[in-house]
């Protein structure tokens, strides 16, 4: 984006059509858009981290979000703290699974879209309104889920019309899903779904959900390599997002310590995890 003899921007630059950031980014600088490059030929999925297990439960009131904090690059750790749970807007948080790099991309590309419209249009997007946003983003990226750079999301927030929080999946075309009650996506998800439907239930408290969030991810890192578990060496924790009424909230570290000390403790006794009535 250049500016002309005098040091002004074009004018196209300073009046985007539209209420998308989208258009106007593929109109003037389609390579920023990462469906818009090219790669060369072949699968580059082992050449790249990924990012791996995602979980998202809702609770009365709002919604929880938690991932490991695992990236593999084939059967290498890539990284050992890698976050993949970001708030999207002020009531909606996003997380990825998948290609790393181009997943945080994405993520951050999501937020401007969403900051954008807010600014233009001086209202927020619906929450569906706001999954479809995201839908298109992962269409978009299409030609690089082709090449093995597929990027999966799962986005959840804070609905004002029936006060509480829903969940959508997705497709690496792009295709939306909403989910009842809870979802996980990433290698871990079979395990961490185990986990999800043994324990969840529809009256837990803001703190039980988060339990429950933590014991599906150290499930899903008990079966799958790629899941990072709670590392007590490191004291590397699962990042935990909170969506209600009040917005999206990271919760602090010192608490998830506790919730991994108080599950870690509880799998001395009970190795494969707490049965379905341990939280009652």
């Given amino acids: 984006m250049t500016s002309d003899a005098s040091g002004r921007l074009p004018e ?10 989208m258009d106007f980014l593929a109109g003037h600088a389609p390579d920023l858009l990462p469906g818009r490059r090219s790669l060369g030929q072949g699968d580059l999925s082992s050449e790249v981290p990924h990012g ?12 929880m979000m938690a991932g490991d904090r695992r990236a593999t690059m084939g059967n290498i750790i890539a990284q050992r703290d890698i976050e993949k749970v970001f708030p999207a807007d002020e009531y909606s948080a996003v997380a990825f699974a998948g290609s790393a790099g181009f ?5 951050r590309l999501f937020q401007v879209e969403l900051e954008h419209y807010e600014k233009l249009e001086g209202a927020t997007l619906s929450l569906d309104g706001k999954a479809n946003r995201l839908s298109a983003l992962i269409r978009g990226n299409l030609p690089m889920a082709m090449q093995g750079l597929t990027v999966v999301p799962l986005f959840a927030g804070y609905d004002e019309d029936i006060k509480g929080g829903r969940i959508f999946s997705y497709d690496p075309t792009g295709g939306r899903y909403e989910e009842t009650h809870f979802y996980s996506v990433g290698s871990g998800s079979l395990f961490a779904r185990g986990a999800l439907k043994k324990l969840y239930r529809e009256d837990l408290s803001e703190t039980d959900c988060a339990t429950v969030a933590i014991q599906s991810l150290i499930d899903a890192a008990d079966d799958d390599s790629a899941t990072g578990g709670p590392d007590m060496l490191r004291r590397i924790f699962p990042v935990v997002g909170v969506v209600t009424a009040d917005g999206y909230r990271r919760l602090p570290e010192d608490e998830v310590a506790a919730l991994v000390d108080a599950a870690w403790a509880q799998r001395h006794e009970r190795p494969d995890g707490p049965a379905a009535t341990s939280l009652t």
């Fill in 12 to 21: 196209a630059f300073l009046t985007p059509g539209g209420s998308s950031f």
């Fill in 52 to 63: 791996t297990t995602i979980v998202a439960a809702t609770f009365p009131g709002g919604v």
């Fill in 103 to 107: 997943g945080i991309e994405m993520v």
